[in-house]
């Protein structure tokens, strides 16, 4: 049974390796046309490890984080490979050719590790580097997080249940019922029980998120930086500042999307600028790139439910298309703010109200007014959490 599971583990890691061999070769090859032909050798693999991550039958959590990266390494590989054409490496000696140049030859594994797994393309370029992040001590760093970690153990496994069996009411079948997943409801509908349950299964399902994501962060960029493979400014944090979460468009550009933006945003330009033709700096352009961005999001999600045989699927796409909508609707109200402002001589004092705490606290009450509405419309999402938190109160009460 051991050894059965340990292969069952082993698979995933199987298949991400023949991808990066893929990957490594198309890497060093110097036409487009050659990195194309081995397109499928690297999408191939990377879509087995992730079909067999989540068939997984133990650790959960650990095989959807790394269906969640799978995703993310995918876009990776467009965007890096075949968006941005990155160069092949060359040899680092004087009169060496110039990076990209036909005539580079041999194998730099040093170039291909730092480019792999690396979708922010972090320290990427040596000339960047120093500019990019001060440095830190590797003793400064452990301690750091490793103290998330152990704070995240805590909270999980200590705190967050005994808080749920004393705060959080019982979730019961009717609270997922049709007509409460509607999205338009007249707001005297909503009762105290129904907020309350929103409430905690939004805040709930975000928060399991991010401690999954920024615990594997920490755990893997201690492990490499204990090891000696990386330094401190190879592994920033993965998400933004909390600060930063102020509004839709903040929460997920600044906070929430900052590992897959590059890739989004280069596969988002792309079609902007070469298919459709808008202009770099228009309203249409950015609109264009946010579009992809939720929706590559969504079909990230989707794929990984499909993989799971959920009947839902589709409405991870249908959820992330209601973010762009929100977040559309908060760029135009702004943008018709601003205008008013300027015609009244008044974007200063506009703009002391935005940075102010007054702002910030409208703007984070509409953010999560507006997450708080559409987060149970979403049927799969919504009965999923209800289910999984259910299962831990009962569990914190030992029933």
């Known amino acids: 049974m051991a050894l059965e599971q340990a292969i069952q583990a082993l698979r995933p890691v199987l298949y991400l390796g023949l991808s990066g061999l893929a990957f490594a070769i198309s890497l060093h090859a110097p036409k487009q046309g050659q990195r194309l032909a081995l397109l499928p050798l690297i999408l191939?693999?990377?879509?087995?490890?992730?079909?067999?991550?989540?068939?997984?039958?133990?650790?959960?959590?650990?095989?959807?984080?790394?269906?969640?990266?799978?995703?993310?390494?995918?876009?990776?590989?467009?965007?890096?490979?075949?968006?941005?054409?990155?160069?092949?490496?060359c040899p680092s000696v004087p009169g060496s050719p110039t990076p990209g140049s036909n005539t580079c030859f041999g194998f730099d594994f040093g170039y291909f590790?730092?480019?792999?797994?690396?979708?922010?393309?972090?320290?990427?370029?040596?000339?960047?580097?120093?500019?990019?992040?001060?440095?830190?001590?590797?003793?400064?760093?452990?301690?750091?997080?490793?103290?998330?970690?152990?704070?995240?153990?805590?909270?999980?496994?200590?705190?967050?249940?005994?808080?749920?069996?004393?705060?959080?009411?019982?979730?019961?079948?009717?609270?997922?019922?049709?007509?409460?997943?509607?999205?338009?409801?007249?707001?005297?509908?909503?009762?105290?029980?129904?907020?309350?349950?929103?409430?905690?299964?939004?805040?709930?399902?975000?928060w399991t998120t991010f401690v999954y994501l920024d615990g594997t962060n920490a755990l893997m960029g201690a492990l490499f930086v204990m090891i000696g493979l990386d330094d401190p400014e190879d592994w920033p944090p993965l998400f933004g500042h909390l600060s930063q979460a102020v509004g839709l468009r903040n929460f997920w550009s600044r906070f929430w999307h900052t590992l897959p933006m590059k890739p989004y945003r280069s596969i988002g330009e792309s079609i902007s600028l070469r298919i459709i033709g808008c202009s770099p700096r228009s309203f249409a352009h950015k609109s264009i790139i946010a579009l992809v961005a939720f929706g590559l999001s969504g079909a990230a999600h989707a794929l990984i439910d499909w993989q799971r045989r959920s009947p839902d699927w589709h409405l991870n796409i249908y959820w992330f298309l209601l973010n762009f909508i929100g977040c559309m609707g908060e760029s135009l109200v702004v943008k018709m703010l601003r205008q008013l402002a300027r015609r009244a001589g008044r974007e200063h004092d506009l703009q002391t109200l935005e940075e102010s705490w007054l702002g910030r606290f409208l703007g984070s009450t509409l953010e999560a007014l507006i997450v708080h509405r559409m987060y149970p419309c979403v049927d799969k999402q919504w009965k999923d959490c209800v289910i999984a938190d259910t299962e831990t109160v009962q569990a914190s009460r030992g029933l």
């Not at 133990?58 to 941005?84: M, N």
């Not at 704070?151 to 009411?169: F, G, M, R, S």
């Open 44 to 89: 191939i693999p990377a879509f087995l490890s992730l079909s067999a991550a989540l068939h997984v039958p133990f650790a959960p959590g650990v095989s959807l984080v790394w269906a969640q990266a799978l995703t993310g390494y995918i876009l990776h590989t467009i965007s890096t490979l075949h968006l941005e054409g990155i160069p092949p490496p």
């Open 113 to 206: 590790r730092r480019i792999w797994l690396n979708p922010r393309l972090i320290r990427v370029h040596s000339n960047q580097a120093a500019q990019e992040r001060p440095k830190q001590s590797r003793g400064v760093f452990l301690v750091l997080q490793l103290s998330k970690l152990l704070t995240y153990y805590t909270i999980q496994a200590k705190i967050a249940p005994a808080l749920y069996d004393e705060v959080v009411i019982d979730i019961l079948p009717d609270d997922v019922a049709p007509y409460q997943q509607s999205l338009w409801r007249p707001l005297n509908g909503f009762t105290a029980r129904e907020c309350l349950n929103v409430t905690f299964v939004t805040f709930s399902s975000f």
